[in-house]
């Protein structure tokens, strides 16, 4: 049976950590932020744990992270 590929687009995304958390970069911060307050720029910059469904299938994507 060949090997399981890595979903690179997810990799590049997100990252596992040890205790199998799957931790990912807030959205919306890219551009358009001139009508952001800075509180919000500020949250945006932080890493934010994924809900355990969504985490469950992001884990099938990276079979070997």
Known sequence: MPKMKTHKGAKKRVKITASGK???MK???R???RKKSGKEIRQKGRKF???KPEAERIKLLLPYE
């Open 49 to 51: 744990v994924l809900a």
């Open 22 to 24: 799957v931790v990912a």
């Open 27 to 29: 959205t919306g911060k």
């Open 31 to 33: 551009h358009l932020n």
